[in-house]
T-cell receptor, first 116, second 112 residues
Framework: GAVVSQHPSWVICKSGTSVKIECRSL??????MFWYRQFPKQSLMLMAT?????????EQGVEKDKFLINHASLTLSTLTVTSAHPEDSSFYIC????????????FGSGTRLTVV | QQQVKQSPQSLIVQKGGISIINCAYE??????FPWYQQFPGKGPALLIA?????SEKKEGRFTISFNKSAKQFSLHIMDSQPGDSATYFC???????????FGQGTELSVKP
């Protein structure tokens, strides 16, 4: 079945630094990638949608200059949290959709970001 | 219009019982309705999904019931087991827009 690999699974960084999270589709070509953020005991909130080779579309209220998304290939998307602050601490999850027709959504295992 | 409303927020069921979680949506353009199971610290995993052209879909102990006119769908977990204890999310999307909108989640606890 479709597999999405997300790394790292957890990261601790100092306030003011940047962190990059990678999301790879291992056995299919992901034309569309979605990035979600999840706070404890809450639902997944969509941050942005990216199509391969195009700029990401951000949801209302999400700072595009803070959360940089790159989707340069059909198998890799990255989310960079720039100048991270403690309030950015959260669980970040990627999801990918395949090419041609409707393939559903495959989720990564998530990245726990803690900013200290 | 983009919201998916899920209830209950939490659910406690005895082992062997039936767990029922409900969702409602507004956007009639939605045409894909999946249910996800999430364990702490993990990404959501697809349990079962349905398209609006059928009213019910069953896979093992999991059944989705879909009521297009009422814009509601539900997940039934038969013979619930302690290993089913997790958070369950309903979601909806349309094939055109692609965004998957999640319900608020239900924390299920199955007591032995």
């Amino acid at each position: 079945g479709a597999v999405v690999s997300q790394h790292p699974s957890w990261v601790i960084c100092k306030s003011g630094t940047s962190v990059k999270i990678e999301c790879r589709s291992l056995d299919f070509q992901a034309t569309t990638m979605f990035w979600y953020r999840q706070f404890p005991k809450q639902s997944l909130m969509l941050m942005a949608t990216s199509n391969e080779g195009s700029k990401a579309t951000y949801e209302q209220g999400v700072e595009k200059d803070k959360f940089l998304i790159n989707h340069a290939s059909l198998t890799l998307s990255t989310l960079t949290v720039t100048s991270a602050h403690p309030e950015d601490s959260s669980f970040y999850i990627c999801s990918a959709r395949g090419t041609g027709g409707f393939y559903g959504y495959t989720f990564g295992s998530g990245t726990r970001l803690t900013v200290v | 219009q983009q919201q998916v409303k899920q209830s209950p927020q939490s659910l406690i069921v005895q082992k062997g019982g039936i767990s029922i979680i409900n969702c409602a949506y507004e956007n009639t353009a939605f045409d894909y309705f999946p249910w996800y199971q999430q364990f702490p610290g993990k990404g959501p995993a697809l349990l079962i999904a349905i398209r609006p052209d059928v009213s019910e879909k069953k896979e093992g102990r999991f059944t989705i019931s879909f009521n297009k006119s009422a814009k509601q769908f539900s997940l039934h977990i038969m013979d619930s087991q302690p290993g089913d204890s997790a958070t369950y999310f309903c979601a909806a999307s349309n094939n055109q827009g692609g965004k998957l909108i999640f319900g608020q989640g239900t924390e299920l606890s199955v007591k032995p």
